[in-house]
């Protein structure tokens, strides 16, 4: 019998408490003081060093790292893991640290294509490394690296054209049209949801529109649209049925996030990547350039959708003009899904102990 324990940071507590209650109530929920180095893709060496909103919230987060730090080896002292799995977010840096430190045996997980700061750190230590992406995006040790995908829902697999239609009576669009989702994840895309908007008229001509407008914005774009028509429809966020609602869509515009994508992929959605370029590192960018190297995913840039208002609708005519793109899309994307990627990441972890 496993003892499982979750440590995270103070502001994923509350959502990660909610997870695991869903999946099993015995696993609790510890908080690690953490902090994150801020580096802005759009930003220049100097302009880090000089911006206030930069600088000052750095050297404080430093300060918590070194406290996390402490805090770390405090808590592993009295509970001793046999194996720690850290996903790579800047909360694991302390863990990880702290770990070594007490030479307890850890795995890293990666899953851009990019990888993160805090694995490249500890990477060095690790007994084995996991990825979402093919290893030759990575630069560690290929002796202990492992391309075993992301573990995603099992909801999210190819359906049957049954089910597609059934999807799109359910949100009350017309089966026979075809269906675009857009989605700029769980707080939204202005930049995205803009574009839409400058689009809408010439979308409702080719198609049937679902623009998962984020949380936040959603009173706006509301708003500005006037409310929901027989076919453009807004909704500011999708708790249940999202996997059902991608598999259904013959184009999805998403994000670039790691995890979004192995889900299109899983589906086999022809997807059009907007990466967000202005996030740490630019990661978004090259997690979409992997999927586009091997001719899965179309990208549009979203820094030229101000300049050319017909980039973004240039794209989706592309896919909605030509079927044998759009299945090749959904054929070459669904080539990455990799549905025991969590089986394999648990065969790594029991393999370290």
């Not at 959502?15 to 180095?37: E, F, T």
């Not at 857009?182 to 008229?201: Q, Y």
Request: with cysteine; hydrophobic share 45%.
């Amino acid at each position: 019998m496993s003892e499982v324990r979750f440590w995270c940071d103070k502001k994923f507590a509350p959502q990660a408490k909610g997870i695991m209650a869903k999946y099993d109530s015995s696993i609790p929920v510890s908080v690690i003081m953490a902090g994150k180095l801020r580096r802005y893709h759009h930003l220049t060496l100097w302009q880090h060093l000089l911006i206030p909103s930069v600088v000052f919230p750095n050297i404080f987060d430093i300060c918590k790292v070194l406290l996390g730090l402490i805090q770390s080896i405090v808590k592993l002292i009295f509970w001793r893991p046999d194996v720690i799995f850290l996903k790579g977010g800047y909360v694991c840096l302390p863990v990880g640290w702290a770990a070594r430190f007490l030479k307890i045996p850890y795995i890293i997980h990666d899953s851009d294509a990019h990888p993160g700061l805090t694995n490249r750190l500890l990477a060095s230590k690790a007994k084995f490394i996991a990825t979402g992406a093919p290893l030759e995006y990575y630069p560690y040790d290929k002796t202990k690296s492992y391309y075993v995908g992301i573990p995603v829902s099992g909801d999210f697999t190819l359906l049957e054209e049954g089910r597609k239609e059934a999807t799109k009576r359910k949100y009350g669009f017309n089966p026979g049209k075809p269906l675009i989702v857009v989605t700029g994840g769980g707080l939204g895309a202005k930049r995205i949801n803009d574009a839409i908007l400058r689009l809408r008229k010439e979308l409702k001509e080719r198609a049937s529109v679902l623009l998962i407008t984020g949380v936040g914005q959603y009173n706006d774009v509301r708003h500005r649209t006037g409310g929901d028509d027989a076919g453009f429809k807004l909704v500011n966020f999708i708790s249940s049925g999202m996997a059902q609602l991608l598999g259904s869509a013959d184009i999805v515009i998403a994000r670039a996030g790691a995890t979004s994508i192995l889900e299109l992929a899983a589906v086999g959605a022809p997807s059009i990547l907007v990466p967000n370029g202005r996030l740490t590192a630019g990661h978004q960018l090259k997690n979409a350039k992997v999927y586009a190297d091997a001719g899965a995913v179309l990208i549009a840039d979203e820094e030229k959708f101000k300049d050319d208002e017909n980039l973004l609708l240039d794209k989706i005519d592309a896919i909605l003009n030509n079927e044998d793109l759009k299945k090749n899309l959904s054929q070459k994307i669904n080539q990455f899904a990799k549905p025991d990627a969590a089986k394999e990441t648990a065969k790594l972890i029991k393999k370290a102990v």
